[in-house]
């Protein structure tokens, strides 16, 4: 799709009116060309990682045994994984206990079903506060938990209703490079990954919604890049 000139510099300011971007932070994105938006590089983007790939995913001890299943992940303040959190295994489905755990921690165990991490035999207690971090405050920057985001409706910034957050990328080091964004079968449907821009700006994890930096369907189109699920297949995890 080209853009017109207008288009171009009417995007170009919405990304400099927000800090947040600042998009020389992420690996994903592919330098700004003169005259276009900064897109997401496809490359670094297919060899992340789907957030939705890991939540219900089987969490096993150093020995093997099962542990629980990861329920959330914890995401920081400059965009890094920095724990998971994890459900203890109860009866009927009910968790015995909900830990969190440090991402230094969890190997994601590339080619097999379920992930480890750092818990002992059964009969050592895990010393793992749910709450250590900042993602219970008000204010931002803080934490906060991926499923804070995932589900929420997507706007532009004249309140347009554009998608729905389906999904978000990780790349191989723990950090979110990309937004999921799924399309309505009005709007002719598919899936569109957005640069992740921080949470200094525009969005915060408390919002009802999470807005992106464009004013028109057009401009959004232009700038996200449609995903090809496939593409996802040589993954790390």
């Not at 206990?97 to 750092?118: M, S």
Request: aromatic share 8%; net charge negative.
């Amino acid at each position: 799709m080209t853009l017109s000139r207008i288009e171009a510099l009417t995007i170009m300011a919405a990304m400099l009116v927000s800090p947040a971007l600042a998009q020389q932070q992420n690996p994903a994105v592919q330098p700004q060309l003169e005259g276009q938006v900064s897109q997401l590089s496809p490359d670094a983007l297919y060899k992340g990682w789907r957030a939705q790939r890991l939540l219900g995913q089987a969490v096993v001890r150093k020995s093997g045994d099962a542990a629980g299943t990861v329920c959330d992940l914890i995401v920081d303040a400059d965009g890094r994984l920095a724990a998971i959190v994890m459900e203890g295994g109860g009866a009927l489905g009910i968790p015995d206990a909900v830990y969190r755990i440090p991402w230094g921690e969890v190997d994601l165990t590339p080619g097999q079903d379920g992930i480890k991490a750092g818990l002992a035999d059964n009969s050592e207690k895990p010393q793992y506060g749910l709450f250590p971090g900042s993602e219970g405050v008000s204010t931002v920057p803080r934490e906060f938990r991926l499923t804070e985001l995932l589900g929420d409706y997507a706007r532009l910034q004249t309140g347009y209703g554009y998608g729905y957050v389906s999904d978000a990328v990780f790349d191989i080091s723990g950090r979110l490079i990309a937004v999921l964004i799924s399309r309505d079968a009005a709007s002719m449907g598919g899936t569109y990954a957005f640069p992740y821009p921080g949470t200094t700006g525009r969005w915060d994890p408390g919002a009802s919604y999470y807005g992106l930096p464009f004013v028109t369907d057009s401009q959004a189109q232009a700038a996200g890049l449609r995903i090809d699920p496939k593409q996802f297949a040589g993954s790390a995890f």
